[in-house]
């Protein structure tokens, strides 16, 4: 994904808590810098300031970063002569998505053990439902008939 020129994520969203990609051919890469690193933060007071230093490789810079908690993804690179590119001094801010919790499903022990006992139970009945009726269905036609004669076995050895 695109978020502005020259500055490439691997991913649509910018997630909290996750570990996205990002590719750089902005100025610096342009201008044959030796060498790049990222400078980030989060959050309008750039929370949790980190530097890290840039592969260069043939489609630009990347690097790999796990992002923090805060309303945004602040960041801007500078080269090893300490020259920087910071936006004409805006700096790239991004804003962050929060985790989606609700979609997580968290169960008590108990309560899951519960429902696996209520499941079990319920098949078990299902089962002597299906039993009772089959019984029916096969030797009640015969009694209503006179045809079911039970089988005596003989006792005597």
Not at 63 to 88: Q, S, V
Request: aromatic share 12%; with cysteine.
């Amino acid at each position: 994904m695109e978020l502005t020129k020259n500055i490439f994520f691997n991913t649509d969203k910018l997630v909290e808590n996750s570990t996205i990609k990002i590719s750089y051919i902005g100025k610096l890469f342009q201008e044959a810098s030796e060498e790049v690193s990222i400078h980030y933060g989060f959050g309008l007071n750039w929370d949790n300031v980190n530097d890290i230093k840039m592969e260069k490789t043939d489609l630009g810079f990347q690097a790999e970063i796990e992002l923090g908690e805060g309303d945004t993804f602040n960041f801007c690179f500078k080269n090893g002569d300490n020259c920087w590119d910071n936006n004409d001094g805006q700096n790239y801010v991004f804003p962050l998505e929060k985790v989606q919790n609700e979609l997580l499903v968290l169960e008590d022990e108990s309560v899951a053990l519960a429902s696996v006992k209520k499941l079990r139970r319920s098949y078990l009945w299902s089962k002597k439902v299906r039993l009772a009726v089959y019984k029916i269905i096969t030797y009640l036609p015969k009694i209503i008939s006179g045809n079911y004669k039970r089988k005596i076995r003989n006792t005597e050895n």
